[in-house]
């Protein structure tokens, strides 16, 4: 029973693991953006 569980989930965690993955790449992407684009505006305008 367990060996049926563990063959079913390990490959699902995996792709899981994936997504989330790439859901806090994209997020991450954007907040250092969003960080760069703060502090080049900073350094031009003071």
Known sequence: MYALLFFVFYPFRFFLAKI???????YF??????????????????
């Open 29 to 46: 992407y954007t907040i250092s953006l969003l960080f760069i684009q703060i502090v080049l505006h900073i350094c031009f305008h003071s």
């Open 20 to 26: 989330i993955i790439s859901q806090f790449n994209n």
